[in-house]
Nanobody, 122 residues
Framework: QVQLVESGGGLVQAGGSLRLSCAAS????????MGWFRQAPGLEREFVAA????????IFADSVKGRFTIARDAAKNTVYLQMNSLKPEDTAVYYC???????????????WGQGTQVTVSS
């Protein structure tokens, strides 16, 4: 069982940066692949980024490549999403997810956080 709590969301101007954190409970955090997804009003949840359990492999959605990075700190049981050069279209609720498979599909992740709101003003 893994419990996930996101933090770090907020309101930022276009071009600004935010760092989201996802704190995980449980001693097996290091064995889970981790992902970030987002959902804007009226739209389906979409993949943003993922990192393998080892931290060696990462993947990103095309829309955030070159602007977002993902990292994990095993000692702190935390995964981070660094978001730079933010755009109004990045506005969404961002969700952290944990799973036993690594990828961009939401259905491979069995555990989800409650989400944190990111709003980018133009």
């Amino acid at each position: 069982q893994v419990q996930l709590v996101e933090s770090g969301g907020g309101l930022v101007q276009a071009g600004g940066s935010l760092r989201l954190s996802c704190a995980a409970s449980g001693r097996t955090f290091g064995t889970y692949d981790m992902g970030w997804f987002r959902q804007a009003p009226g739209l389906e949840r979409e993949f943003v980024a993922a990192i393998s359990w080892s931290g060696v492999s990462t993947i990103f959605a095309d829309s955030v490549k070159g602007r977002f990075t993902i990292a994990r700190d095993a000692a702190k049981n935390t995964v981070y999403l660094q978001m730079n050069s933010l755009k109004p279209e990045d506005t969404a609720v961002y969700y952290c997810a944990a799973g036993r498979q690594y990828g961009s599909r939401a259905d491979v992740y069995g555990y989800w956080g409650q989400g944190t709101q990111v709003t980018v003003s133009s």
